[in-house]
């Protein structure tokens, strides 16, 4: 608790908020954290990587790889904050997580029906497959499980 009193003190245009999950909420300029996860060293990990996504200025993504893109970058950041507090993120921890974005990406990619992986349309944002020319939609939510719906068949 007392890099979390730190952070406080260091970044006082951040308003930290006890919460049920770690996440960053560039609307109200919070960072959500789990008070009960933060003796853990993951914990402390993911307090830094939502810090990161702070400092980094992070608001909202619009594709997939954006999210991605930006989780590697929070981690990035979140390297060099912890650092300043004398603590090491190990890279395994870091690659672990991103696994799971990638993981995520990969699943919603595949083509519902030649199992190829598709690429997004940056304008309307459902997928299609270069292989068998299909068309898809996921949801918007990143954290529901992932749904594909056919939009269009061969």
Same mark, same amino acid.
């Given at each position: 608790m007392e890099l979390l009193e730190n952070l406080k %003190?260091?970044?006082?245009?951040i308003k930290f908020v006890d919460? &049920?999950?770690?996440v960053? &909420?560039?609307?109200?300029?919070?960072?959500?954290?789990?008070s009960e996860q933060l003796a853990? /060293? /993951?914990? %402390?990990?993911s307090l830094l990587h939502e810090l990161g996504h702070a400092l980094s200025d992070h608001q909202n993504f619009h594709t997939d790889t954006e999210l991605i893109e930006i989780e590697?970058?929070?981690w990035e950041r979140a390297i060099v904050i912890a650092k300043h507090y004398g603590i090491e993120i190990p890279n395994d921890h870091?690659?672990?997580c991103l696994d799971t974005y990638r993981d995520w990406l990969l699943s919603r990619a595949t083509c519902p029906d030649c199992r190829l992986v598709g690429i997004q349309s940056s304008? &309307?944002?459902n997928y299609h497959c270069i292989n068998c020319s299909n068309k898809w939609s996921v949801p918007d939510e990143?954290?529901?499980a992932t749904r594909r719906r056919l939009l269009k068949t061969n």
């Amino acid at each position: 608790m007392e890099l979390l009193e730190n952070l406080k %003190t260091d970044y006082p245009d951040i308003k930290f908020v006890d919460g &049920s999950k770690f996440v960053w &909420s560039p609307a109200k300029n919070e960072l959500i954290y789990c008070s009960e996860q933060l003796a853990q /060293t /993951t914990g %402390t990990y993911s307090l830094l990587h939502e810090l990161g996504h702070a400092l980094s200025d992070h608001q909202n993504f619009h594709t997939d790889t954006e999210l991605i893109e930006i989780e590697r970058e929070a981690w990035e950041r979140a390297i060099v904050i912890a650092k300043h507090y004398g603590i090491e993120i190990p890279n395994d921890h870091i690659e672990d997580c991103l696994d799971t974005y990638r993981d995520w990406l990969l699943s919603r990619a595949t083509c519902p029906d030649c199992r190829l992986v598709g690429i997004q349309s940056s304008r &309307s944002l459902n997928y299609h497959c270069i292989n068998c020319s299909n068309k898809w939609s996921v949801p918007d939510e990143q954290t529901c499980a992932t749904r594909r719906r056919l939009l269009k068949t061969n």
